[in-house]
């Protein structure tokens, strides 16, 4: 690339300090894991982040980013586009592909700033889009939004964590005999759309948590039962809402039951 790799991020200003952030609240600091192949931006924005509070993981290109993500696990990957070996595109396709790292958000910071090299990032699942150069507090803006779009869907599946399990295992069941039993819930169950008419795109560890919860089973039992931490279930409670267009577990099962997409 022949644009200098420091000034694709724009002036760096000292950050003011007055306001906390979520990174700052907390103490553990938001991961970020930063890959680009020029390293004069690398070491420009990395020293920014840090600055906000962030820890910083950098990468020279998509091959040592996945390696760095599968090992640190991040709560945000930004990356760049065009880069040798693999590029953000390869590296997303990765991420999205793994039971780990699937929900993770992914901003593409890249030199591209053509309406339709956008619209191919986010078709290909990116959650923000930054072209450059770019103000690096704009940057730090759009990684706080996603880290907190992140942790609201976290939260609302923390919310049923602790629930009741008496009363969602009744509600469960209320729900199966609608669907499957005699009368009224005859005529639902016979509504009943096959799996083949859903196009959903569950990984198995989704699907396996999907299973699980319609058993009544809570983040703790579920995170025993597949040897998992209670955070990446309540992750993947979360993408199970987004990708059904659900709101609360038991809406998450009477879809699930509804379409046939577990026993």
Known sequence: MSQDPAAA?????????????????????????????????????????????FAVTTANDGEEGWTAAQAQMPDVVITD?????????????????????????????????????????????????????????????RVRNVVRRQERLLAEAARFADADIGAMARQITEIRSMLGGGGAGGAAGSARKPVSDVKLDFTPREASVLQLVAEGMMNKEIARRLETSIRNVEKYVSR????????????????????????
Not at 19 to 27: D, K, L
Not at 37 to 46: Q, S
Not at 112 to 119: E, L, Q
Request: proline letters at 8%.
């Open 9 to 53: 991020a724009g002036p760096i200003s000292e950050p003011s300090g007055m306001e906390e952030t979520p990174e700052a609240a907390t103490s553990t600091p938001v991961r970020l894991l930063l890959v680009d192949d020029e390293p004069g931006l690398r070491t420009a924005v990395k020293a920014y982040l840090e600055d906000e509070g």
């Open 81 to 141: 586009v065009m880069m040798p070996r693999c590029d953000g595109y390869g590296l997303l396709k990765r991420l999205r592909a793994d039971e780990r790292l699937g929900g993770t958000p992914v901003i593409f910071l890249t030199a591209k700033g053509m309406t339709a090299d956008r619209i191919a990032g986010f078709q290909a699942g990116a959650d923000d889009y930054i072209p450059k150069p770019f103000d690096p507090d704009e940057l730090v803006a």
């Open 240 to 263: 199970l809402f987004i990708k059904t267009g659900t709101a609360s577990r038991t809406e998450l099962v009477r879809f699930a039951l509804e379409h046939g997409l577990v026993d």
